[in-house]
């Protein structure tokens, strides 16, 4: 199964910023929905944005409030995630995942069928 492949983590202070970037699987369909998810040590996965490839619909996770923004490239089969003001509690591992027949459920990591091999962040006070 082709997977989703992550780059642009790294290591930042607090408020900087960082791009992270997804190829998804193959050429993404209309049916299809790319998010992102992290995982803090210790913690549980942790739904942070998802984009529909029709329509470009986003969602977000309740502790973004307006820090990241999450946006899809056709051309060349890329979602980006965009953070901004990143605070220390941000350091997780982060993956895109690549499902159909999301729907509404972005956050539900089960139907994603499709996960990169995460990349890290990591935000120092």
């Known amino acids: 199964q082709v997977q989703s492949a992550e780059s642009g983590g790294g290591s930042v202070q607090a408020g900087g910023s960082l791009r992270l970037a997804c190829s998804a699987p193959?050429?993404?369909?209309?049916?299809?929905?790319t998010s992102w998810f992290r995982q803090a040590q210790g913690k549980d996965r942790e739904f942070v944005a998802g984009?529909?490839?029709?329509?470009?619909?986003?969602a977000y996770g309740q502790f973004v409030q307006g820090r990241f923004t999450i946006s899809r490239d056709a051309a060349t089969n890329t979602v980006y995630l965009q953070m901004n003001s990143l605070k220390p509690e941000d350091t997780a591992a982060y993956y895109c995942?690549?499902?159909?027949?999301?729907?509404?459920?972005?956050?539900?990591?089960?139907?994603?069928?499709?996960w990169g091999q995460g990349t890290q962040v990591t935000v120092s006070a």
């Open positions: 995942a690549t499902g159909s027949n999301i729907q509404q459920y972005y956050s539900d990591y089960r139907r994603y069928a499709s």
């Open positions: 193959g050429r993404p369909h209309n049916g299809l929905t």
């Open positions: 984009i529909r490839w029709s329509g470009g619909n986003t």
